[in-house]
C-alpha cells in the first residue's frame, strides 16, 4: 500500500509561473524525499527533509515539512518546459529501511 | 545519468512464462531495491538486498525474487507471469543501506500478454 498521496494529480500552468504540490502521509517517518520521473522512466532525486527539519531549499525548488500534519510541499519557482514530468514524494522510515512511495502529481508546463 | 543500468528495456512475454530482469547498480553501492510501478501509479517496493541478502520485502508472492551478485548487480526473477505483473519495473541502488538517497536505473517496462 502507498503511504503518500500527492495533490493535485496533474498540474498544468504557464512557463514562468510557480507551481506547488502536497504530499501527506500516515505514519512517522524519519525523512521525506522528493522525485521526479520523465516519460515513465526512471526517477531522480530531488530533495531530502529530514523529520526534524521544517524547509529545504536547493536552486529552485522549496520543500516544508509539517510532521504535526504529516504533510509535505514542493515549491519550484519560475517554472521551465523542462520541469514537464511527474513528481512523487516518498517516506523513509529506519525500522523498514524502504522508501514508501505516493502515486505522484503530473506538471505540466506550457511555453 | 545515474550510473545505474538495467537490461533489457522492454519485454514482451507470454501469460505463465518466466523472465529475469537485470540491474547493475552503482559503482560502490551494496544496496539495491527493486520496484514495480503500475501506468499512473507510484513506486511499489518489490524487496531490498544488502551485500548479497534479502533484506527486506513487500506485499509481493513468493514467484518475485531475486539475487544479489559479489559485484552488487541484481536480477529480479518472476515466475508464472500474470496479466498484471505488466509494468515498469525499477532497480535503485544506494550506497549502503541506511542511506536512503536511492540512484535508479531506467527500468524496464515488462508487457504480459
Known amino acids: 500500500s502507498q503511504q503518500g498521496e500527492e495533490d493535485p494529480q496533474a498540474l498544468s500552468i504557464q512557463e514562468g509561473e510557480n507551481a506547488t504540490m502536497n504530499c501527506s502521509y500516515k505514519t512517522s517517518i524519519n525523512n521525506l524525499q522528493w522525485y521526479r520521473q520523465n516519460s515513465g522512466r526512471g526517477l531522480v532525486h530531488l530533495i531530502l527533509i529530514r523529520s526534524n527539519e521544517r524547509e529545504k531549499h536547493s536552486g529552485r525548488l522549496r520543500v516544508t515539512l509539517d510532521t504535526s500534519k504529516k504533510s509535505s510541499s514542493l515549491l519550484i519557482t519560475a517554472s521551465r518546459a523542462a520541469d514537464t514530468a511527474s513528481y512523487f514524494c516518498a517516506t523513509w522510515r529506519d525500522s523498514n529501511y524502504q522508501l514508501i512511495w505516493g502515486a505522484g502529481t503530473k506538471l505540466i508546463i506550457k511555453p | 545519468e545515474t550510473g545505474v543500468t538495467q537490461s533489457p528495456t522492454h519485454l514482451i512475454k507470454t501469460r505463465g512464462q518466466q523472465v529475469t530482469l537485470r540491474c547493475s547498480s552503482q559503482?560502490?553501492?551494496?544496496?539495491v531495491s527493486w520496484y514495480q510501478q503500475a501506468l499512473g501509479q507510484g513506486p511499489q517496493f518489490i524487496f531490498q538486498y544488502y551485500r548479497e541478502e534479502e533484506n527486506g520485502r513487500g506485499n509481493f508472492p513468493p514467484r518475485f525474487s531475486g539475487l544479489q551478485f559479489p559485484n552488487y548487480s541484481s536480477e529480479l526473477n518472476v515466475n508464472a507471469l500474470e496479466l498484471d505483473d505488466s509494468a515498469l519495473y525499477l532497480c535503485a541502488s544506494s550506497l549502503t543501506v541506511s542511506n536512503t538517497e536511492a540512484f535508479f536505473g531506467q527500468g524496464t517496462r515488462l508487457t504480459v500478454v
Open positions: 559503482s560502490g553501492h551494496n544496496t
